[in-house]
Structure formats: C-alpha cells, structure tokens
Nanobody
Framework: QLPLVESGGGWVQPGGSLRLSCAAP????????IGWFRQGPGKEREGVAC????????DYLDSVKGRFTISRDNSENTVSLQMNNLKSEDTAVYYC???????????????????WGPGTQVTVSS
C-alpha cells in the first residue's frame, strides 16, 4: 500500500487561495497517475483533478476549471493542487489517490484508484 499523505489544508475566506500537496514518503510517484478528490458535507465524493504519470495530461471537474491547477514536482516527488478564487462550495475533505499507470493515463473516477491518503480539510468561509 502506497503511504499517501496530503498537506496544505486549512481555513480561507472566499476568493482566497490554498495549495495542497500529495506525497508518499520513501516512494516515488513517477509511475503513478494522481487524482485529487473531495467530499463535502452531505455529499458524495467527487473527482476534482487528475494528472498522468508523464504530467502531460490533466483533467478537471467542470466547476473548478480555471481556478484549480494540478501539477507534478518531480524534484520534490509531490503532486500539488493549487486552488485559487475559492468558494464556499469548495469546502470539503480533499483526498489524493494514486494508481499505477503509464504515459498519459489518468482518471477522475475514484473506482480507478487503489491507493488513498487520509484526507485534509479545506474550509472556505467568511
């Protein structure tokens, strides 16, 4: 089991920004597609963003396009989710997930991922 850990969550006012990071201490993420998912209060978990192992393919939930950016930092062995112009509806527990993959594969479907982090809380409110 890949020991994924998320960091960077917290409280922010509407319109603010947060940067989440996903890491697997002691392991490389080079051969994994990474997805960010979230589950808001009383809601189903949904895929927010994903990135292929190559880093050349990304995909986003429609409601976060233009506001969120997923990226890989190979030197730090992390995958980040930059979240700008946050809205109250972005409030959720955010999870990173990983699946062994090659090239340009990635997915926003949680059933495709075998490895999950414990999650980090993001709260957007005034």
């Amino acid at each position: 089991q890949l020991p994924l850990v998320e960091s960077g969550g917290g409280w922010v006012q509407p319109g603010g920004s947060l940067r989440l990071s996903c890491a697997a201490p002691g392991y490389t993420l080079d051969y994994y597609a990474i997805g960010w998912f979230r589950q808001g209060p009383g809601k189903e978990r949904e895929g927010v963003a994903c990135i292929s192992p190559s880093g050349t393919r990304t995909d986003y939930l429609d409601s976060v396009k233009g506001r969120f950016t997923i990226s890989r930092d190979n030197s730090e062995n992390t995958v980040s989710l930059q979240m700008n112009n946050l809205k109250s509806e972005d409030t959720a527990v955010y999870y990173c997930a990983a699946e062994t993959a090659f090239g340009t594969w990635s997915s926003l479907h949680e059933s495709e991922y075998d490895h999950w982090g414990p999650g980090t809380q993001v709260t957007v409110s005034s």
